[in-house]
């Protein structure tokens, strides 16, 4: 049973960096594509990024220029650093599997705060 | 900025049936925009449902199924149950880029 696992800082500053990593177990990160969404408190689902285990990505437009996204395959992981952010990126972070045209498996999620 | 547009409520009776349905900012939802739809209860993660229009994954319950419906992507609940209470949303693949619906939030009454 493939299982997704995120971890990071539950809480960053305003203007800092974001950082978060997904631990892949139970499978393989290699075949698949790799994403994380996000969903604010009371609001829906947002799609961040994808990258494919030979690293390949694909960013939404609206956050691209804050967004990298990168993939550890010695470690099954893949990690996301959303930069200068605000509260407004305040969320529950998650990470998905994707893989053809389907998203299967999901981590439970993080809740990140932007407060000082 | 595309938009992808779900009905915000719904109410089912338990063993009714209902449909969901998602809408493009651009147009005819088809097969090409792989639709997947994801269920999600409070507190909890999405759980996916269905992918590319109407495949369903091993866990997905004989009650849910998906479709193309007048140039929407559609999910339809058929003999709802109680447990069936929750956010759903679906997901359009745009050429690279993902966009998730707004949402549609199902009560069972």
């Known amino acids: 049973q493939v299982q997704l696992q995120e971890s990071g800082p539950g809480l960053v500053k305003p203007s800092e960096t974001l950082s978060l990593t997904c631990t892949v177990s139970?499978?393989?990160?290699?075949?698949?594509?790799w994403s994380w969404i996000r969903q604010p408190p009371g609001k829906g689902l947002e799609w961040i990024a994808y990258?494919?285990?030979?690293?390949?990505?694909n960013y939404s437009p609206s956050l691209k220029s804050r967004v990298t996204i990168s993939v550890d395959t010695s470690k099954n992981q893949f990690s996301l650093k959303l930069s200068s952010v605000t509260a407004a990126d305040t969320a529950v972070y998650y990470c998905a599997r994707v893989g053809s045209m389907t998203w299967d498996y999901w981590g439970q999620g993080t809740l990140v705060t932007v407060s000082s | 900025q595309t938009v992808v547009t779900q009905e915000p409520s719904l109410t089912v009776s338990p063993g009714g049936t209902v449909t969901l349905t998602c809408a493009s900012s651009?147009?005819?939802?088809?097969?090409?925009?792989?639709p997947n739809w994801f269920q999600q209860k409070p507190g909890q993660a999405p759980r996916a449902l269905i992918y590319s229009t109407s495949n369903k994954h091993s866990w997905t319950p004989a009650r849910f199924s998906g479709s193309l419906l007048g140039g929407k992507a559609a999910l339809t609940l058929s003999g709802v149950q109680p447990e069936d209470e929750a956010e759903y949303y679906c997901?359009?693949?745009?050429?690279?880029?993902?966009?998730f619906g707004t949402g549609t939030k199902v009560t069972v009454l």
């Open positions: 651009t147009g005819a939802v088809t097969s090409g925009y792989y």
């Open positions: 997901l359009l693949y745009y050429g690279g880029a993902y966009v």
């Open positions: 139970g499978g393989s990160i290699s075949s698949y594509y």
């Open positions: 990258i494919s285990y030979s690293g390949s990505t």
